[in-house]
């Protein structure tokens, strides 16, 4: 603020102030590694990430959307030092989609549990909206944060077969879509709940840019016309 002679006297060039600034930084630089190794400790060895390791219900489960969130802030820590951890987290999502599901949507997933190191479906899932709305903003932080464009040339195998992830991607996108309100021009949560949530349709919202910035640089195409 400026004092009455006129003379500027910022709080932030102190000694005091600086000293201040520097310790919060550290503060949450400590903070966000710690929160970082926490997420790593709920990952599994084949990449998938339970909400808790605490000995409760949730250590047990497997929420696609809640490990969605987990991976992208992964990268928000270090997208170098946590590239392999988010890149098997990635490979687990692929390998866990549903060719069709239950409500006859492809590519959608659902939550799992964890019981003596093998996985369980529970054949439902909270929704299908932010679950794939997060996933496919997930590849583009993925792409843009390690610069990694290779590792979405790649085929996926999903029950059986040998698929390319630029159609699979395409498809989830497709999914997305398909719940839209034409009234509302919103999403609903799933096809067997027509609800629509402001924070689903935010995400949607926030994939739908992520989505052709994902196109644009990865697969060099921006042909898909609802972006």
Known sequence: GSTSTGVTNSWSTTSLGRTMITTWNELLS????????????LQKDNGAIAISNDAWDWSNTIN??????????????DPIRYKQAVANYINWYFAHLNPIDKDGLQYTIYDYKWSNNTEISTNSYDSVDSYNATFLSLLNKFSSETGDKKFFSWSVQIDGKSIEKQAI????ADTILSLKDPNTGLTNAKKSYPIQ?????????????????FLTTVYNSSSWAYF
């Open 30 to 41: 400590e903070t966000i590694d710690r929160e970082a190794l926490y997420i790593l400790s």
């Open 197 to 213: 949530y402001t924070m689903d349709n935010s995400e949607v919202y926030k994939w739908l840019y992520d989505g052709w910035v």
């Open 169 to 172: 991607i395409k498809t989830m």
């Open 64 to 77: 696609p959307y809640f490990a969605n969130n987990a991976a992208i802030n992964l990268l928000n820590a």
